[in-house]
């Protein structure tokens, strides 16, 4: 309805007001800007510092295959709360996404504290480090080049 556009508007103008920000800047633009400004500056943290118990995490290596499973879940769901989310592919098992964060992407990877709570997510995805996908991809790719000659 009108109505809640306009109560919708006025409480987006306060917010900005608020944190200090111009009202009449696209909240788009505005974090898009601010994405900019945290890659080149480089104010990324390893993701695994946001995790106070990260050392204390079990190694899936330990666990049975139900208690990886929750361990997967319980970490995505921080993860998420930290804007960060992963995308498996159909050939990684939830051992295989737990064995990737713990190993890969928890410790070789930034994140933003900036962008918490904002419309942005990073995402990561397990076909970039499965074998079954790369030569799925390098397939494909193949293909195309054949049916696309240039």
């Known amino acids: 309805t009108n109505l809640q556009r306009e109560l919708d508007r006025e409480a987006r103008a306060i917010d900005s007001i608020v944190h200090g920000r ?3 800047e ?6 898009i800007g601010l994405i900019d400004r945290c890659h080149e500056e480089g104010r990324g943290k390893p993701i695994r510092s946001f995790l106070k118990d990260f050392d204390k995490l079990p190694r899936p290596e330990d666990l ?6 929750g361990e997967l879940k319980g970490l995505l ?3 998420a709360m930290l804007n960060v989310a ?3 592919c159909e050939h990684f098992t939830p051992r295989d996404c737990y064995r ?3 190993d890969e992407i928890l410790n070789g990877h930034d994140a933003f504290e900036e ?3 904002t419309g942005w997510v990073q995402n990561y995805m397990t076909s970039e480090f499965c074998p079954q996908c790369e030569a799925q991809a390098e ?11 240039k």
């Open 139 to 149: 397939e494909d790719y193949r293909k195309y080049s054949e049916e696309n000659p």
């Open 77 to 79: 769901v921080r993860l």
């Open 64 to 69: 049975d295959d139900e208690a990886v499973e």
């Open 26 to 31: 696209d909240e788009d633009l505005r974090e």
């Open 115 to 117: 962008i918490i709570g």
């Open 22 to 24: 111009d009202p009449d």
């Open 100 to 102: 990737l964060l713990l």
């Open 86 to 88: 992963i995308h498996v």
